[in-house]
């Protein structure tokens, strides 16, 4: 009989409709689900997996969770979309508003990437200026201009990272090295007066994990500011990830424009775009920056997004998903320091990235001269045994509400005996 990975390579490219489901990064079948409750995803072979892919982050309250998954049906049951403005969907940016001040004014989107990609038109609408600088590592969504890696040398102008986008897109963005300020401060040097704004991860969550260092997010508020141009977080997966809220507010910094995603539709499709009143406002039909979208704030993801922040609201999880995750990771650094292998696990709140490498992370490079070939070991034995972790040794591994002590408690055991292979 025909396997579900040959009729899904005959039907999808790659078999898959998003890259790193195919286990590129890994090698090895990719896994196909059937269901998923609390931490457990179940494959459609019927492997029962500690899952700690976690949908890569917007399952903080686990997979199913009731009061999702009741919201989503009441609502759907009301009509999937109506495309007229809805009291759930002023009630939604309400609440992002009150939790994330600096949005003064939130648009609701479909996707991460459209978020980024509306915030990346506004900077530039707003300021008549085109150039947009982001930092190696972080990932913004597959907006043609933010799909660059950079060029020659360490900084400087963008080349393009997959094929279909032009040149000329890509020579508008800049690149830098994540926690390198005077990388920034050189291209400023020479590109400062066509800068539109500066684009970031506050904690870089796509490339491994790159945490930021002392004063390195206040010094791109301060070269924005003396360059007339705005800040962009791009909190999707840091938002109400860390706290009820933005990473800005515990790194006490103000963006002009905040992009979130991921949590806020808890796995339903939806991104925000949001900021400044009088940025804004220069959104279509106030301004003459366009974005639209037929499905945009659809009542059956805003009713998935309301629930789950209403629950993060009430339960404030964060005290002890940080004390789980901490624990998980301190069973990792046991188990590897008994072992002698050298591992780094950067972590905050309930992501962590394990990287095989004995040098503290501080940028993409670093982060790509890790030895990734153990970090592939490791998945492996670790799925066999029951526990997914980030298909991809450059993904995070999200730890939720649902992950009990005793997933915790198995995780451990499952990694440690991973990691003790490695000597073999
Ligand atoms: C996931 C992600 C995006 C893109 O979101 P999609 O919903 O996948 O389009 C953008 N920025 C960051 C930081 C992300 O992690």
Do not use: W
Request: net charge negative; hydrophobic share 40%; glycine share 10%.
């Amino acid at each position: 009989m025909e396997t579900l990975k040959e009729r899904a390579l005959r039907a999808m490219p790659g078999g898959v409709n998003s890259p790193v489901r195919a286990f590129r990064a890994v090698g090895g079948e990719p896994i196909f689900a059937r269901r998923a409750s609390g931490a457990e995803l179940e494959t459609e072979d019927g492997r029962r997996l500690i899952d700690y892919c976690m949908s890569f982050g917007p399952l903080i309250l686990g997979h199913a969770h009731p009061d999702v998954v009741g919201a989503i049906t009441d609502a759907a049951a009301r009509g999937t979309s109506y495309a007229v403005t809805t009291r759930a969907e002023i009630e939604l940016a309400e609440m992002i508003r009150e939790a994330v001040p600096s949005m003064e004014r939130v648009r609701l989107v479909s996707s991460g990437t459209e978020a980024c990609m509306t915030a990346v038109r506004l900077v530039r609408g707003y300021t008549g200026k085109s150039k947009v600088l982001k930092f190696s590592g972080c990932y913004h969504g597959h907006a043609d201009c933010m799909l660059v890696k950079a060029g020659s040398g360490v900084a400087g102008i963008a080349s393009a990272s997959s094929a279909g986008v032009p040149e000329g897109c890509a020579a508008d963005t800049l690149v830098a090295r994540y926690n390198h300020i005077e990388d920034v401060e050189a291209l400023l040097a020479e590109h400062g007066n066509d800068l539109a704004g500066i684009i970031v991860e506050p904690v870089a969550a796509n490339a491994g994990l790159m945490l930021p260092e002392e004063g390195f997010l206040h010094s791109l508020r301060r070269l924005a500011d003396q360059h007339q141009a705005l800040l962009v977080f791009d909190e999707v997966i840091n938002g109400f990830r860390f706290t009820y809220g933005g990473y800005q507010s515990i790194c006490g910094i103000q963006p002009d424009l905040t992009c979130l995603g991921k949590i806020i539709g808890g796995g339903m499709p939806v991104g925000a775009v949001g900021g400044r009143a009088d940025i804004m406002e220069s959104l279509a039909p106030l301004g003459n920056v366009y974005q639209g979208g037929t499905l945009s704030g659809n009542p059956v993801s805003v009713a998935s997004g309301l629930a789950t922040l209403k629950r993060l609201r009430e339960d404030q999880p964060y005290p002890v998903l940080e004390q789980r995750t901490a624990r998980l990771v301190a069973g990792i650094k046991t188990a590897a320091s008994e072992a002698g292998i050298p591992i780094q696990i950067p972590a905050i709140g309930s992501i962590f990235a394990m990287m095989f490498t004995e040098h503290v992370i501080h940028d993409f490079d670093d982060v790509m001269a890790t030895q990734q070939d153990l970090y592939v070991n490791v998945f492996h034995n670790c799925l066999q045994q029951g526990v997914y972790l980030a298909p991809s040794p450059v993904e995070v591994s999200f730890v939720s509400t649902a992950h009990t002590d005793e997933h915790i408690d198995k995780t451990i055991e499952v990694i440690g005996q991973a990691i003790t292979r490695l000597k073999t």
